[in-house]
């Protein structure tokens, strides 16, 4: 087996070790029954209790009003593209939706909402390389659309909104996909907001959407039914098999969560930890941030080396020191070194010295 490494990659992303090894313990024998939790039903008293366990655990991390569904979404984050517009054109005789732009899979959400509605675009960053967040006024909102759509974390630009746009009464929807639970939200600024699960809650495949009661049901009739919140809400997300594995394993990473102090510990600890390879790139001129500094995400630390080269020899030499998948997403370039929740302290500790000992030995051929 090779030996464990820093895991950067932006998702599917590492998770905690104990929840990990708990998985492997105890994956041929799930509650003492002596079948895989992959094996047994999802309507049996065994997993519906760790669904409602997973639920209460949820509810209690992000503190979420009572007046929000917890829904739990086949397909990934992407499925929320189309599941949004669909839930929610409808809420207003316009069906009219607002996007904010300010990273590609903002522009892949806008593009699939345009099949259902009349969508607008009310700002991008896309002309500045999206290196910043525009800021979204309550003016520019258009109060007869149905929703606002934001990204409130851009995986592959680094950016983050710091503090969340007032839009009075339109509903604000947020895809939180690379920062659910890293830090705390108000969620009720939200009308819902939801996340893949693949970097802070789990594996891929399964979303997670907070949604405000009195905005479901608001569905077309010939909505498909695994697209139709009202059919996750009053179902308890098992209209048909959900994802048991995955709730598993995100039920396994609550508790290590709660164990750890909760999500207020932990986005001490992320504001901790971006600051250290924040400071590591604006002390040198070897190394440069993509981020407008005021904008600057905490899950995903995105830089540029001098050269292509450099950057080939960058990723390379640090996989060689078990610093994992630090290249940058094939559409911006440069480096990224994505540092969710279960990022030690100590594997920022070895990026950031290896950073500092890669541009000592590198610098001679730039400069
Ligand atoms: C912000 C954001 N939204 C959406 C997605 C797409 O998620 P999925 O692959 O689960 O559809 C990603 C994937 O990384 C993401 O970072």
Redesign the pocket.
């Known amino acids: 087996m090779k030996r464990p490494v820093y895991n950067f990659g932006?998702?599917p992303a590492m998770l905690p070790v104990p929840v990990m090894k708990q998985v492997q313990e105890e994956f041929l024998d799930f509650n003492h029954l002596g079948a895989s939790v992959i094996e047994i039903s999802h309507r049996g008293k065994d997993f519906e209790a760790l669904l409602a366990e997973t639920d209460v655990l949820m509810r209690e991390l992000a503190e979420l009003p009572e007046n929000y569904e917890i829904l739990y979404i086949h397909?990934?984050?992407?499925?929320?593209?189309s599941a949004v517009p669909l839930n929610l054109l409808g809420l207003q005789p316009s069906k009219k939706g607002l996007y904010v732009e300010t990273?590609n899979?903002?522009q892949?959400?806008r593009k699939e909402a345009e099949k259902f509605g009349q969508i607008e675009v009310v700002l991008s960053s896309e002309a500045g390389g999206f290196k910043e967040i525009p800021t979204l006024t309550p003016e520019l909102v258009d109060q007869s659309a149905s929703y606002v759509h934001i990204?409130?974390?851009?995986?592959?630009y680094g950016t983050r909104y710091h503090r969340f746009p007032k839009t009075g009464s339109v509903p604000l929807v947020a895809?939180?996909?690379?920062e659910i639970l890293s830090r705390k939200v108000d969620y009720s600024q939200f009308g819902m907001i939801y996340?893949?699960?693949?970097?802070n809650l789990g594996p891929?495949?399964?979303?997670v959407a907070f949604v405000r009661k009195d905005l479901i049901g608001h569905a077309p009739k010939n909505c498909p039914k695994l697209l139709d919140f009202k059919v996750y809400a009053d179902n308890h997300s098992m209209a048909n098999t959900i994802n048991t594995f995955a709730i598993y394993v995100m039920n396994l990473v609550l508790k290590w969560l709660k164990a750890e102090g909760g999500v207020g510990v932990l986005e001490q600890r992320n504001e901790a930890k971006a600051k250290r390879l924040y400071q590591a790139l604006d002390q040198s001129d070897f190394y440069s941030s993509v981020a407008h500094k005021d904008h600057r995400s905490s899950m995903n630390v995105c830089f540029n080396l001098p050269n292509e080269t450099l950057l080939d020899r960058f990723v390379k030499e640090a996989l060689a020191e078990g610093l994992y998948a630090l290249k940058g997403h094939r559409a911006v370039g440069g480096a990224r070194a994505s540092i969710y929740n279960a990022m030690p302290m100590e594997g920022i500790e070895a990026l950031a010295q290896f950073m500092a000992e890669f541009e000592r030995k590198n610098r001679q051929s730039t400069f």
Do not use: V
């Open positions: 932006a998702g397909g990934g984050a992407q499925m929320l593209f990273g899979f903002a892949i959400a990204t409130s974390n851009n995986t592959l895809d939180m996909t690379s996340a893949g699960a693949q970097k891929s495949g399964i979303a």
